[in-house]
């Protein structure tokens, strides 16, 4: 079985963040970055799958030239190979124009399955695999917990709302958008990491996979909500704060 | 549909000066569809079809493709659920619009409709326009629009038959179930303490049990302790676990992902302890202390206990 996991690189989590001086992304220059957490569990289900069906895992990362980084750390966990569209110009593009250079790069591979996170931690569309799907028109589902291998394709185990589950079977080839916390993630190992060193990584530009389309959705501009609620902040050390706190909620809030 | 989403396009709808229709879609959905024709709209698309009668992402999308198509809208408007987000990106991709999805807010100004969205897990918002042929496609955060605002009236009801059959849609979908049943009912607790992400391990846990036992309440946690198997799912608050409304709810680290504030915004006095004062629980806080959540919780215990004591 021939899997393909699209992933992302992302500011790291509680990363301080400011908008840039254009007002329409954020300013990067002091920030350290780390895989899309949703797409590290999409690739822990392939190596997982892998190790079952056998085949191949191909990292697929739109991004600019750090993202090697994560590829890298991603083949030190157990994927095969990669494939990384360079481009410095993510943040202009829309969900359609991201999902166009995915599945560009994807059709030539013709894989069995495309993984992916339900979302991104920094935009949060949680739109590409299912955009990607539409352009290859191939099925998807999305939120996916589990997957097994079935003769005629898989079954897969959707989440609902409200604590409500849902089997689904659908004929591959398909894209999944894996939800976070199905499966234990690993760790790479010394011989992962030695290993990653000699494995490819195909560099392609957006040019070369029909070139990057211009956005429908544009942000404008990105910035510090206000507040609607006025939130009441008690300073001071532990005990003077949890004193104030304790008081306003026994004679102000009156839930004690 | 839902009822906010139909306020959102009943209030959008007056400042962009265009009529505004509802669209249900399913089988057997008389009687949603005559509810909703008791609101302002000018009118009400049933769409029915025994293929839409369990949900597919491919029958979805093609019946709604076929209503888009016929109808012309401007503007498409959706609540932002699971299922939602399982099949709208599809649809918008086949007008080669884009979805813009998880809509707290929107402002019309000469015409121009403008979108307020979060980006980096509610951190920062950001404004969007879309451009393109075609409808503009958006799917609204629950909360961000008032149901109690819609306004009543009369809309006729007209069924719309969608062409759709059986090789079209790959999905076969079995019926939904639940795990087990829950042994922890959160909704009915008066006081939650719920820890997040920031008690860093599991054997930490212990500073959040001795502060909820001193408040009398129902221990909770936010999705990555659940994942992580420090807590059973059944003490999960947000949009994938329990909704839930307290008289009291005290956030401990956690930061306040907008999955787990759809869970229990609704609570009647929330305080939040984080480290970072950016975190967007403060958002919905009422009360907050930032600092480091190991000396603020043992001496919050102590305080609660004090003051229960007198």
Known sequence: MKIIVAIKQVPM???????????KWIDEADLSFEINEPDAY????????????GGEVVVLCAGPERAAQTIREALAKGADRAIHIETDALASLDTLGVAKLLAAAVTPEKPDLILTGL????????????????????????????VEVRDAGIRVKRELENGWFQHIEMP?????????????????????????????IRRVTPAELGGAAAAVASVEKIYVPQKSKQTQIFEGDAKTAAAQLVEKLKFEARVL | MSWETLAAGQQLGAALGEPVEAAVAGKGIGALAKEAAAKKLAKIWAVEHDLLDSYTAD????????????????????????????????????????????????????????????????????????????????????GAWRADTLESGSAAVETFAPMLDTGQIRQKPEAPFREAARAVDLTAAEIIVSVGRGIGEQSNLPVVED??????????????????????????????????????????????????????????????????SNAP??????????????????????????????
């Not at chain 2, 907008?258 to 229990?264: K, N, P, Y």
């Not at chain 2, 919905?284 to 004090?306: C, Q, S, T, W």
Request: aromatic share 6%.
């Open chain 2, 281 to 310: 629980i403060f958002e919905v806080a009422d009360y907050g202390i930032v600092g480091d959540l190991f000396e603020i919780a043992p001496a919050l215990a102590a305080e609660v206990r004090k003051a229960k004591g007198a």
């Open chain 1, 13 to 23: 989590r509680d990363s301080p963040l400011h908008p840039a001086a254009s007002g």
């Open chain 1, 42 to 53: 999409a690739l822990e289900e392939a190596l997982q799958l892998k190790e079952k069906h």
């Open chain 2, 211 to 276: 502060l909820a036992q001193a408040f009398g309440a129902e221990l909770a946690a936010s999705r990555p302790i659940c994942d992580a198997g420090w807590l059973p799912m059944e003490r999960q608050v947000g949009s994938s676990g329990q909704t839930v409304a307290p008289k009291l709810y005290v956030a401990v680290g956690i930061s306040g992902a907008i999955q787990h504030l759809v869970g229990m915004k609704g609570a009647k006095t929330i305080v939040a302890i984080n480290k970072d």
């Open chain 2, 59 to 142: 029958g979805y999308t093609a019946a709604l493709e076929q209503l888009i198509q016929k109808t012309k809208p401007k503007l498409v408007l959706f609540p932002h659920t699971y299922q939602v987000r399982d099949f709208a990106p599809k649809l918008a991709t086949r007008f080669s619009q884009v979805l813009v999805s998880d809509v707290i807010a929107a402002r019309v100004e000469s015409g121009m409709l403008t979108l307020v969205r979060q980006f980096f897990q509610g951190k920062l918002s950001g404004d969007v326009r879309v451009s393109g042929e075609g409808p503009v496609f958006a799917s609204l955060q629950a």
């Open chain 1, 119 to 146: 979302q991104s931690d920094d935009l949060g569309a949680g739109q590409t695999g299912v955009v990607m799907a539409e352009l290859l028109g191939v099925p998807h589902s999305t939120i996916i917990m589990q």
């Open chain 1, 172 to 200: 591959l080839p398909a894209v999944l958008a894996m939800q976070s916390g199905s499966n234990k993630l690993r760790y790479a190992t010394l011989m992962g990491i030695k290993k990653a060193k000699s494995k490819e």
